[in-house]
């Protein structure tokens, strides 16, 4: 059974920082990403990286400020969250999956963990 469990999110001040935390269970997956949603408005996403890490992308919003990683040998994502701003308050959601078309596909996703940033 695939689950991805979150962890990391919290309360944070602006221009301050967080390390969100993915952790895969059940199987491997060529493409992670992260995306976050307010509620009211679309999921956005927010970064992806390759099996090996060496692709990555990033959202307009984040470039710069966040980095996505993963360590295979725990089957876990990360999301380095710095420079943090009151905009990036969203619940974060993690999302597995393989590739279509040349771009992730993600067939999996965490049940989210609430990133709250205070002005």
């Known amino acids: 059974q695939v689950q991805l469990v979150e962890s990391g999110g919290g309360l944070v001040q602006a221009g301050g920082s967080l390390r969100l935390s993915c952790a895969a269970s059940?199987?491997?997956?060529?493409?992670m990403g992260w995306f976050r949603q307010v509620p009211g408005k679309e999921r956005e996403f927010v970064a992806a990286?390759?099996?090996?890490?060496?692709?990555?992308s990033y959202g307009n919003s984040v470039t710069g400020r966040f980095t996505i990683s993963r360590d295979n040998t725990k089957n876990t994502v990360y999301l380095q969250m710095n420079s943090l701003k009151p905009e990036d308050t969203a619940v974060y959601y993690c999302a597995a999956g393989g590739w279509s078309g040349g771009k992730p596909s993600y067939d999996y996703w965490g049940q989210g963990t609430q990133v709250t940033v205070s002005s």
């Open positions: 990286l390759g099996r090996s890490g060496a692709w990555t």
């Open positions: 059940g199987r491997t997956f060529s493409s």
